[in-house]
């Protein structure tokens, strides 16, 4: 399975490139984009831990797992 691009990594994407010729992303963005993936995965894994998935049979883990396969980068 190829791995998919989320919108916020997409977005802090889009800013490195805008910034790489004024030295690169200042941390005080760097801290805030991680905060924001940080968020979005926990909203991506509750919605398959409630929605995406057959609820009586879709645990936390389960849901992770389907996170980590969909959108992080190895």
């Given amino acids: 399975m ?3 691009i989320s919108a916020v990594e997409w977005l802090e994407n889009e800013f490195k490139e805008m910034c790489k010729d004024f030295g690169g992303l200042h941390t005080d963005f760097i801290e ?3 905060q924001a993936k ?3 995965k926990e909203q991506i ?3 398959a831990n409630n929605y ?3 609820i009586c049979a879709y645990d936390y883990e389960r849901a992770e797992q389907y996170y980590n ?3 992080k980068s190895e």
């Fill in 2 to 4: 190829e791995k998919q």
């Fill in 32 to 34: 805030r984009f991680d």
């Fill in 38 to 40: 940080q968020m979005e």
């Fill in 45 to 47: 894994i509750e919605f």
């Fill in 52 to 54: 995406g998935f057959d």
């Fill in 69 to 71: 396969e969909t959108f």
